[in-house]
């Protein structure tokens, strides 16, 4: 059987880790070709849907990645995204998607090594927990339906 | 129906080694939408850009994608050639096919998909991108410099020549930075004071240039050509105005035990003083922390033998506003601390020092009158060892980098000391010699040659005292790893510059990038050596990394020539990737509904009111509106809205759901 190779979509700001990757190309240091970048112009603009999105479309796994706290070019995006995150990880666990199917990481322009190893061990993670294939079944609309029957 | 054009590059081989760049094109060339695909060996050579440029007119191209390197590297190169073509420029994307593939990945079937979903998510993303217009915003021709060393005086005299106003904030009393403690220059042996202290009078006589000494950037807002910043000018319980810098109080000032920082703790200073004789501005301040008054509550006899009345006990910090259209940030560097060698016994040894201690034993204005003596008895040493990267090139000190400086300077003290103490003996414990520069070679030759300073090769291990004097050991690695060992009476560390106290604090306040040794990052390490990430912003000196001064005065012309070029334009051309509130028609007006959640979370206060009235006069809605000049374009606004009235050009909801949807459905 061919090896799982998961499909992953990295959600990064531009200032901070779209740069980083940047250097990690430079250093010619080498990464798993499963993760591939959308380039945001700061992890605050990254909101539920996005990530439902990829979800949706069958991403198996997502990182969001941006600078570091207090480093934000934005001043706080950063931790706007942060706080979604914590937001999103219930909302994660309700939907019955794995919480370490996203990955949440500060990578600044400066850690070119870093990157490489975010996506290795995320990857790696994405391995371990196997292809994303319920999407269909949990389809936002069809647990509004379920919710909304519930509740009357 | 989208006519886009793909251009792949192969980047000389840069990006060809790896990825099929031909096949790239042509499965591009396949995608639904694009009526154009190419690839060439080097898109922004200038044929290749002729090449994307007549593309675009014959194929009446709609849109453009070029394959290619970054887009931090190349967007603005193939935007303009669009533009020069008739194509908006906004209507042209970049994929990241070489520092996102071709760079990171071995040459592979996998890589060259990769490479084509790339491209296939950019074709589908600028399907959806508008032609956007640049948005204009005024420049406010004031600069602020951050730091009074040689590199920010070089800076501020540089822009204010050019007839520019220009601010300059400094920490310490005094400018003069760093330099102004040093005794002679290498590797000229011309005096440091001398050459410095003529430019620092310039700066407080300049007609453009406003000082503030003693004083903090407190806060930055605003971006490129419109910053405000508040600077905290600390209180000097001194009425500036009124000083005429006589001196009287501080000869007077009881307290005259408090180590003198100028002086790097070789000498003393009383609580209220000059930091050194050609303090620049030459007019005292109290030390608050070591002043008998503000400990006890009584003294000021300050006060009572100041001729002119100028002290005022109960002044204030004062913030002044300061609008300024680019900043320069020049606040230097500062030497490892001496806790970090428990072996070579720093700190413990009073005659251990490091190399800014013997700059002021060996500067005629120094605590010795430029006499080498040592701390401990003031005895005239006869045996000094000097020991290279203490700390620099250490991973196990966490110092991975060279500190840059130091061969040539320890070079320069063994010579010092030579020319001062003729029957004296240097030793120098050295890992390479690094003496790059115009003349710096032939001046650590002239050390080791004319002066006869005693070079050897290896490290330090452990430095102790016996008798009275410093048993340094250490290792000969040219004689076989011979182990050495020198019975000294003074040693002298040149411990690594590293970045300045407080500089990631500044950094986070200003809005820079830093690096995992808290200096400042450039904008490209080769390319953009003077800019930041940042706007309007620019480094100079030290506070870069390691820098001697012929090279920190370069990087600060460099940082002023661009400041120039700046305030050379009256508008300044901005991007309009920013966010905007939908509007729709009556009655509707917008899907925003008024809750301003979007103005609680926008950094820039970007986020207006807008009333809508009816004939009537009176107000029926209340809408979001975001204003141009202030939106930098972070999107926080958008991924908040809870009615998605709010959208960013150039990453609108539908762009990245597009990328999305191109990137996962292969």
């Known amino acids: 059987m061919q090896e799982f190779e998961p499909k992953i979509v990295a959600f990064v700001c531009n200032w901070c880790t779209y740069a980083g990757a940047d250097l990690t190309g430079t250093s010619r240091i080498k990464y798993s070709a499963n993760v591939k970048i959308i380039r945001f112009p700061c992890t605050g603009r990254i909101d539920f849907m996005i990530l439902m999105k990829a979800f949706e479309n069958g991403a198996d796994g997502i990182i969001v990645s941006g600078c570091h706290p207090n480093d934000c070019h934005y001043s706080t995006g950063n931790f706007h995204a942060r706080r979604r995150w914590i937001v999103l990880r219930n909302l994660l666990n309700f939907a019955g998607i794995e919480t370490d199917r996203i990955q949440f990481s500060w990578v600044s322009a400066a850690e070119g090594f870093k990157w490489a190893d975010v996506v290795n061990n995320t990857v790696a993670a994405i391995k371990e927990i196997g292809p994303y294939e319920n999407y269909r079944k949990i389809a936002v609309s069809t647990l509004f339906n379920e919710e909304g029957a519930s509740n009357e | ?666």
């Open chain 2, 1 to 666: 129906m989208s006519r886009i054009g793909v251009f792949v590059c192969h980047c000389g081989e840069n990006i060809s080694a790896t990825v099929d760049c031909e096949k790239v094109a042509r499965i591009s060339g396949e995608l639904k939408g694009v009526e154009f695909s190419a690839d060439y060996k080097y898109m922004c050579s200038d044929p290749g850009q002729t090449m994307l440029k007549d593309a675009i007119r014959e194929h009446k191209l709609d849109g453009v994608v070029v394959a290619a390197c970054s887009p931090r590297m190349h967007e603005p190169t193939f935007r303009n050639a669009c533009a020069e073509a008739g194509l908006n420029p906004y209507l042209c994307e970049m994929s990241n096919i070489r520092e996102h593939c071709s760079w990171v990945h071995p040459k592979s079937d996998l890589t060259t998909d990769k490479a084509e979903s790339l491209v296939r998510v950019m074709v589908e993303k600028v399907k959806k991108n508008k032609a956007l217009n640049s948005i204009k915003v005024p420049v406010t021709r004031t600069a602020l410099v951050i730091g009074g060393g040689v590199a920010g005086i070089q800076a501020a005299l540089d822009i204010a020549n050019c007839g520019h106003k220009v601010v300059m904030v400094e920490k310490l009393p005094s400018i003069g930075g760093h330099m102004s403690q040093l005794s002679e220059t290498f590797p000229t042996l011309d005096c440091s004071q001398c050459i410095l202290t003529p430019r620092m009078v310039e700066v407080a006589q300049h007609p453009n240039i406003t000082l503030y000494t003693y004083a903090e950037v407190e806060s930055v807002d605003g971006f490129i050509g419109n910053f405000k910043v508040k600077v905290r000018k600390k209180s000097k319980s001194l009425d500036e105005h009124l000083c005429t810098g006589c001196g009287l109080c501080t000869t007077k000032c009881p307290q005259k035990k408090i180590p003198n920082e100028f002086e790097r703790g070789l000498g003393f200073r009383p609580a209220i003083y000059v930091p050194f004789p050609q303090a620049v501005p030459n007019k005292p301040v109290i030390d608050r922390e070591n002043c008998t008054y503000y400990i006890k509550g009584k003294c000021k006899v300050c006060e009572i033998v100041c001729p002119t009345k100028a002290i005022r006990f109960d002044q204030e910090d004062e913030i002044v506003e300061v609008d300024c259209g680019a900043i320069v940030l020049a606040t230097g560097f500062d030497v490892l601390k001496p806790d970090f060698f428990p072996e070579y016994g720093y700190g413990k040894y009073k005659d251990v020092i490091d190399g800014l201690q013997f700059e002021r034993l060996a500067s005629a204005s120094g605590p010795t009158q430029g006499m080498i003596r040592r701390p401990s008895d003031g005895e005239i040493p006869k045996k000094i060892v000097f020991v290279a990267c203490a700390g620099s090139r250490d991973p196990a000190k966490g110092i991975e980098y060279c500190s840059k400086i130091c061969c040539m300077y320890t070079a320069k003290h063994a010579m010092l000391y030579k020319h001062k103490v003729h029957d004296g003996t240097p030793y120098v414990f050295y890992m390479d010699i690094r003496a790059g520069g115009k003349n710096y070679e032939e001046f650590v030759r002239r050390a080791i040659v004319e002066d006869e300073t005693h070079y050897v090769r290896g490290r330090v291990s452990t430095i102790y005292e016996k008798n009275g004097k410093l048993i340094v050991k250490g290792v000969d690695t040219l004689m076989g790893a011979q182990p050495v060992e020198i019975e000294a009476d003074m040693v002298v560390l040149a411990t690594a510059g590293v970045a300045n106290k407080g500089s990631e604090e500044l950094a986070q306040t200003v809005h820079v990038s830093y690096d995992a040794h808290k200096f400042f990052a450039e904008a490209h390490p080769k390319l953009k050596p003077v800019e930041t990430n940042t706007a309007g912003i620019f480094l100079a000196g030290a506070c870069q990394a390691p820098k001697d001064i012929p090279e920190s005065v370069a990087a600060a012309s460099g940082a002023a020539v661009k400041v120039a070029a700046l305030f050379s334009n009256d508008l300044l051309t901005r991007e309009p990737l920013i966010a905007v509130v939908n509007r729709q028609a009556p009655p509707v007006y917008s899907s925003c509904v008024g809750c301003f959640l979007c103005q609680s979370v926008c950094p820039y206060q970007a986020i207006e009111r807008e009333e809508i009235k009816n004939r009537n006069g009176e107000v029926i809605r209340t809408l979001a509106k975001v204003n141009e000049g202030l939106c930098q374009g972070c999107g926080t606004c958008v991924a908040l809205c809870r009615t998605k009235a709010i959208d960013i050009y150039g990453y609108s909801n539908q762009q990245v759901y597009s990328e999305i949807m191109a990137l996962l459905n292969d």
